[in-house]
């Protein structure tokens, strides 16, 4: 066993003898060692249940023969860190996360890791550690929360509460109002209900073959997620039997099937900052083009929140991901020959799996659109690419021109939107915000929400180098690179330049000659950088841009 460095022979008996100061007992530790890293606080409603995860899979290393060993994660949520200075430090925690975890399980050696995420950057973070350490390792998040009920009956979840902020703003929506979503749009623990980031990544966890079925979908306060995190407990020990590993699970064919799967599913826009950041670690480069390629043939079977008016409950049960997996499996969509943590491959897992609700999981003969939830744009805006939820754009705004209203901050933006000074027709740019020039590339939940509250959603477009929250719905154009801070063209743009949107030919430009932008460009100062000192600032020199999935170098 590789845990036998600190546990076998005369050469480790110091270490025993720490191991024996934990309450460790000898029979416990002729078994093998499964780390669990478990990412439980008091401050991410999404987190405050995996205590009793962390149990569960405890109880089920332990019925296979293991031995557990708890260690923590940290984790943001992004929905307290919104709008304010929290939100540059969502995304940077993904590589500490990462990074510590690798430390953690290089540090004691263990057999086998059981990964216990739930949010945002909770998950790719381990995934990429998972790749990184690369022993068996599996994962079982805290499952999603469930939609909330209005007075009225209307269910409602977390992007109806940003986007009523807005509507109050408006003059559509008093205080009472407002307090009535404060009080139904997060009724329970778990991640926040719609496709939002958080359980886009824990779908493609399971998508990818790195978590068992339901992982994505059973909600956090059913019981069966407690039992579910007690079969992943019993799963790691055989993958460790076994000796399956990350690596040989997730390979460039797994991640096409997560991509497509993605475009079926409507998933958030971040997933593609952290499929290629989790792919780097795995030793494969993703191109932002291979998703306009999957995207293209891959049709769209799902409208969960915000695209729609369904949620994670109602995919759990309509048949989860395995059914929307199935559907793909109809049209030969998905490679269905790869490994996965089961010990079995794709088709073996899909073996009998039904869509029990083609309203929610549409047939693949009958999808939503003939085209994936992501399109990547390109043009003269973005030479390297920038993109788009495309799943959830009302049909008229799929082409847009119109005139920029240019921010440098998301402050300044919110402060215009809330005042009225965006009208019909206007494209809002937002800059400065992508990993470098944020730095922390900070989601533009707060103005997105405002536009669509005051029902502008289907009259103005949004543009930014910095990202979205899987909660943001409207022609919001993400990801922009080159980002502003690195001399890329979304900082040459001057307010009233037209920007022509074209989402079902993949293209998006500034309305202004090469030779006026040379001319901008010879005039062009980078700004100081807004944080100076920290880990922010450490990060800033080190991360690449987004449509590499913001690594570090």
Known sequence: MRSDVVKKGVPAAPNR???YALGYTKEELERPLIGVVCSYNEIVPGHMNLDKIAEAVKAGVRAAGGTPVEFPAIAVCDGIAMGHVGMKYSLVTRDLIADSTEAMAMAHQFDGLVMIPNCDKNVPGLLMAAARVNIPTIFVSGGPMLAGTLNDGRRTCLSHMFEAVGAYYAGKLDEEGVEEYENNAC?????CSGMYTANSMNCLTEAIGMALRGNGTIPAVYSARLRLAKHA????MELVKKDIRPRDIMTEAAFRNAETIDMALGCSTN???????????????????????????????????????????DLERAGGVYAVMAELAKANLLDTSLMTCTGRTVAENLEGVVNRDHEIIRPIDNPYTRTGGI???KGNLAPDGCVVKQSAVAPEMMVHAGPARVFDSEEEAI??????????????????EGPKGGPGMREMLNPT??????????????????RFSGATRGASIGHVSPEAASGGNIGLVEEGDIIAIDIPNHAISVQVSDEELAARRARWVCPEPKIKTGYLARY??????????AVLD
């Open 540 to 549: 800033a020199r080190l991360v690449s841009s987004a449509d590499r999935g």
């Open 375 to 377: 399109a990547v744009l």
């Open 17 to 19: 003898s720490l191991l």
């Open 271 to 313: 997933t593609m900052l952290h499929l290629p950041a989790i792919a780097h670690e795995c030793g494969i480069e993703l191109s932002f083009d291979m998703a306009n390629e999957i995207s293209d043939k891959t049709p769209n079977l799902c409208h969960l929140a915000p695209a729609g008016f369904t949620y994670m409950e």
């Open 233 to 236: 407990g019993m799963q790691i």
């Open 415 to 432: 402060a215009a939107i809330y005042a009225g000074k965006i009208v019909s027709g206007d494209v809002v740019v937002i800059r400065y």
């Open 449 to 466: 929400s405002a536009i669509a509250g005051m029902g502008l959603d289907k009259e103005v477009a949004l543009i930014t180098d910095g």
């Open 187 to 191: 009724p329970t623990c778990g991640s």
